[in-house]
């Protein structure tokens, strides 16, 4: 029989990443923008912060603008953003062949599902990214800046021969963690993402804001919530970092001085960095708020718990996604957000 192929679709920093792992030892097609398959062709380097390095080079035959006209017996790393997902579901859906596996890659809720409404009768996994990835151009390096394993969806009926094809993504830059779980595991790292939309709100570097105790305040409120609606509908959370996740509202309302000795981890971080969500208002993109925050308020609902912060919070950034002045924006201080919250 063939072996399966692998398809990147959606070549960016998740996409690189993976495709760059999976380059190692299988062949590996992309489909993305002109600039990202111009930087795989050029070949990259992959890196993380322990020193861990590997070099990748697409073929630059199988780095492609447009979908073929039909992809078979190949896994599919589903690596767009939620807000470009329904877009190419939409144009896979007549050329992807039922030998196919998709692998949603995702952050927040609901790509998985969305992807299994287009594409009925289609074996979609959901895999999620544990890690903070970014591209550091002078370098043409694909830098790994935190931990975080790939959490693997795996199905009580996922044959043997199939687990073997996706473990390619085992490498030392990335280890691989199948889990029945999945839904936990997604519900942990949305947990981890509440900090992602408040550094996009205060218009800060990420370790800035970490030690603004107000904004802290904040993200540990949006984390109470979140912990609320999971704990309504019996989701046991995995711990995902060295805290668990129940306690993690607890060590971030610290004061300044005690954070800083007991979380130093977490402040280990390139001064500079913002979350995505930042780089996405400042560029004018629609950002990921609706699968994130957004996802929470709309879960809570549902479930019979209200999550006005998350609400608020889903609102501000969608204002600033309509704002003409967001990239002159004055940055903002934690105290000044929670009173704009409403947060004592
Ligand atoms: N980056 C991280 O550290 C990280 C970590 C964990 C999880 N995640 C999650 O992983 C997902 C992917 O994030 P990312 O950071 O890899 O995003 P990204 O760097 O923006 O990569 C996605 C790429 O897909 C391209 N794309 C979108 N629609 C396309 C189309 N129709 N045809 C070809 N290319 C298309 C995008 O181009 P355009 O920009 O032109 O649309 C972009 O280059 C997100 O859900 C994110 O939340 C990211």
């Not at 790994?144 to 795996?154: A, D, I, P, R, S």
């Not at 912990?227 to 959370?237: D, E, G, H, S």
Request: proline fraction near 5%.
């Amino acid at each position: 029989m063939e072996p399966y192929q692998h398809v990147i679709v959606g070549s960016g920093l998740i996409g690189g990443l993976l495709g760059g792992i999976i380059g190692q030892s299988a062949r590996v097609s992309f489909i993305g923008r002109p600039i990202w398959l111009g930087r795989l062709a050029e070949g990259i380097t992959l890196t993380d912060y322990a020193g861990n390095e590997a070099q990748f080079r697409a073929n630059a035959a199988e780095c492609l603008e447009d979908l073929p006209a039909k992809i078979e017996r190949s896994v599919i790393w589903l690596t767009v953003k939620n807000t470009a997902l329904a877009e190419m579901l939409m144009r896979l859906q007549p050329l992807v062949a039922p030998d196919c596996v998709v692998v949603c890659c995702q952050n927040g809720l609901g790509a998985a599902a969305l992807t299994r409404k287009y594409l009925p009768g289609i074996r979609v996994l959901q895999g999620i990214v544990g890690c903070n990835v970014v591209w550091d151009e002078s370098l043409m390096q694909l830098q790994k800046t935190t931990e975080g394993e790939f959490y693997l969806e795996q199905p009580e009926d996922l044959a043997p021969q199939l687990m073997k094809v996706l473990s390619v993504v085992q490498h030392k830059l990335l280890m691989l963690s199948w889990r029945q779980d999945i839904e936990a595991v997604a519900w942990a790292k949305l947990q981890l993402n509440m900090a992602n939309s408040i550094n996009a709100i205060v218009n800060q570097p990420v370790r800035t804001m970490l030690l603004d105790r107000g904004c802290r305040q904040v993200i540990a409120a949006l984390m109470d919530e979140l912990l609320a609606v999971t704990a309504a509908r019996n989701i046991r959370l995995p711990m995902l970092t060295r805290v668990p996740a129940r306690y993690l509202p607890t060590v971030l309302r610290l004061p300044d001085w005690l954070f800083k000795r007991l979380a130093s981890a977490m402040l280990h971080i390139e001064p500079t960095a913002r979350s995505s969500m930042w780089w996405d208002l400042q560029a004018g993109r629609v950002t990921e708020i609706d699968y994130l925050n957004g996802a929470v308020s709309e879960q809570g609902a549902l479930s019979g718990v209200t999550c006005p912060i998350n609400k608020s919070v889903t609102d501000l950034v969608k204002s600033l996604e309509t704002s003409a002045l967001v990239a002159v924006r004055p940055p903002l201080d934690g105290n000044t957000l929670k009173f704009q919250l409403h947060l004592e």
